[in-house]
């Protein structure tokens, strides 16, 4: 059985509701911190790492607080990004796919879609573009040509208990995951879910396919056996609060999403 873990690099506590949700249902624009994560699966010698997270230097202009690379938040639950075989990017957003120079030695699994989308006609609309930044998606298209990228077309299972889900919606190729652990599935939501809330159908304003974005919702908490909170959702704070830390001096940075491997 898998043990999963998710690790925080990055924090911006200066977003407000109005940030993250389309749909205003009330006028208290309350502050709403959105904090990010990269998530790693482990079974004995065996190491699968989802996305590779922002560089140090957007976080300011973006306003967010920087805390660790994503490496070095791997690292901190012993493991070296520099050795890590398999890297799944869930979707090429620059806070997901804009650090994938620190997994030298690593296959990239991607979505046919997503790679269609991040270099196709949707580049041409602002709108669509503005969450990808030109130089990660090259250094994908780099990977592609040094023959480090395996391609999925909708569902797969790279490896027993680990399903790739295509969910789309958020991004053309967006991925979620379904990874058996010993206390029952844990479904990595990536961007399909940003927050809890956003489960609940209260979209993320960046949409490329609103109907592949509420469909989602529900295929996330069936895969998660019909319960919401088996769901870890991309950018929710709640997420290091929830679930236990992945060892001593790790509160706040790394947490563990499944019982111990089995
Ligand atoms: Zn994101």
Same mark, same amino acid.
């Given at each position: ?49 989802? +996305? /590779? ?6 976080? @300011?202009?973006?306003? *967010?607080?920087?805390?660790? %690379?994503? #490496? ?107 990874? +058996? /652990? ?6 990595? @939501?990536?961007?399909? *879910?940003?927050?809890?809330? %956003?489960? #609940? ?62």
């Amino acid at each position: 059985m898998w043990e999963v873990f998710a690790v925080k690099y990055a924090e911006n506590t200066g977003r407000r509701r109005r940030n993250h949700f389309i749909v205003q249902d009330d006028l208290h624009d309350t502050p709403h911190p959105i904090f990010y994560y990269v998530w790693a699966a482990r079974r004995g010698g065996t190491v699968v790492v989802f +996305d /590779t997270g922002f560089a140090r230097e957007l976080a @300011a202009p973006r306003g *967010a607080t920087y805390e660790r %690379t994503p #490496a070095e938040a791997l690292a901190a639950i012993g493991i070296d990004a520099a050795s890590v075989r398999d890297v799944v990017i869930t979707h090429f957003h620059y806070d997901h796919a804009g650090g994938i120079a620190a997994f030298p030695n690593a296959r990239f699994h991607v979505q046919d879609a997503e790679m269609a989308y991040a270099t196709g006609r949707c580049m041409l609309h602002a709108h669509l573009k503005k969450p990808f930044i030109c130089e990660d998606v090259t250094a994908l298209v780099r990977a592609l040509y040094d023959g480090r990228m395996v391609f999925h077309d909708g569902d797969a299972e790279p490896w027993p208990g680990i399903r790739l889900m295509r969910i789309g919606g958020h991004s053309a190729g967006l991925m979620s995951a379904r990874i +058996d /652990t010993a206390e029952g599935p844990v479904v990595l @939501a990536s961007d399909a *879910a940003h927050f809890w809330e %956003t489960l #609940a159908g209260e979209p993320f304003p960046i949409v490329y396919d609103m109907r592949a974005v509420l469909e989602g919702y529900q295929r996330l908490i069936r895969e998660a056996g019909g319960d919401p909170n088996r769901v870890v959702p991309g950018h929710d704070p709640a997420v290091i609060r929830r679930y236990p830390s992945a060892g001593p001096g790790l509160e706040g940075v790394a947490v563990r999403l499944s019982g111990p491997a089995s």
